[in-house]
């Protein structure tokens, strides 16, 4: 999906997929099923190869990880990114780690799967590919199951949050994200589920490239802002 948004995003903006242990060209290496210690490891990997200006995004565990990673620069007391962008993922101190832990069995998972609405129906009707994809559904629930909230000084930086009108994700929720930081704050919503971002990619993008802007150029956002 990353690397399809090279194609629709301005050329000012360059996209760098961020890949995990045991996924995609790293498929080989062991994945790490510990929060703290997969942030710990991403920090350190990407620290050499971090420009002068740059930002994260994150969808859903992804968001999880940005923030993690950020906190982790920011107690290096390195150079932050301009700016936080979180999409489908409650904010660190409302994450319910029970959730992860409920759903046990392949039936469970399965079903996780289909309500999030971001599986291709090939898969279901594969069954290698979906033995390997509840296999990698089943490291990541162990990775956000694993994340305790702590409490840290709040980022100082902007947080951009983005939220689908139909995900299951309480707006409070996500809303608390301006709790983790002191800077510019906005919350859009889109039509759509958890994966809104595809469901509406047009509009999600157009908000997405104007929130960066606003982050590189110092410009104030409304508090909420809506798509």
Same mark, same amino acid.
């Given at each position: 999906?990353?690397?399809?948004?090279?194609?629709?995003?301005?050329?000012?903006? $360059?996209?760098?997929?961020?890949?995990?242990? #045991?996924?995609?060209?790293?498929?080989?290496?062991?994945?790490? /099923?510990?929060?703290?210690?997969?942030? +710990?490891?991403?920090?350190?990997?990407?620290?050499?190869?971090? *420009? +002068?200006?740059?930002?994260?995004?994150?969808?859903?565990?992804?968001? &999880?990880?940005?923030?993690?990673?950020?906190?982790?620069?920011?107690?290096?007391?390195?150079?932050? *990114?301009? $700016?936080? &962008?979180?999409?489908?993922?409650?904010?660190?101190?409302?994450?319910?780690?029970?959730?992860?832990?409920?759903?046990?069995?392949?039936?469970?998972?399965?079903?996780?799967?289909?309500?999030?609405?971001?599986?291709?129906?090939?898969?279901?009707?594969?069954? /290698?590919?979906?033995?390997?994809?509840?296999?990698?559904?089943?490291?990541?629930?162990?990775?956000?199951?694993?994340?305790?909230?702590?409490?840290?000084?709040?980022?100082?930086?902007?947080?951009?949050?983005? #939220?689908?009108?139909?995900?299951?994700? /309480?707006?409070?929720?996500?809303?608390?994200?301006?709790?983790?930081? $002191?800077?510019?704050?906005?919350?859009?919503?889109?039509?759509?589920?958890?994966?809104?971002?595809?469901?509406?990619?047009?509009?999600?993008?157009?908000?997405?490239?104007?929130?960066?802007?606003?982050?590189?150029?110092?410009? *104030?956002? +409304?508090?909420?802002? $809506?798509?």
């Amino acid at each position: 999906m990353y690397l399809r948004w090279r194609r629709l995003l301005p050329s000012w903006i $360059t996209v760098q997929p961020v890949e995990l242990p #045991g996924r995609g060209s790293r498929l080989g290496e062991l994945a790490q /099923e510990s929060y703290a210690s997969l942030i +710990e490891s991403l920090c350190d990997e990407l620290i050499p190869r971090l *420009p +002068e200006q740059y930002a994260f995004f994150g969808h859903s565990m992804g968001a &999880l990880l940005a923030y993690g990673i950020t906190q982790s620069l920011s107690a290096r007391k390195l150079l932050l *990114p301009a $700016t936080l &962008l979180v999409s489908g993922c409650a904010a660190p101190n409302r994450q319910d780690g029970e959730r992860y832990s409920k759903i046990q069995g392949e039936a469970a998972f399965i079903a996780d799967l289909r309500k999030q609405g971001g599986t291709p129906e090939a898969v279901f009707d594969n069954p /290698e590919l979906l033995a390997m994809t509840l296999d990698l559904l089943a490291i990541d629930y162990r990775v956000c199951g694993s994340f305790r909230h702590a409490q840290r000084p709040p980022l100082s930086i902007p947080i951009h949050v983005f #939220g689908g009108r139909a995900d299951e994700i /309480e707006a409070s929720k996500l809303d608390d994200w301006q709790l983790a930081g $002191t800077q510019a704050f906005s919350l859009n919503w889109f039509d759509g589920g958890h994966f809104f971002l595809r469901q509406s990619e047009e509009a999600f993008l157009s908000i997405l490239v104007q929130r960066l802007a606003e982050s590189l150029n110092g410009v *104030p956002c +409304e508090a909420h802002a $809506t798509a």
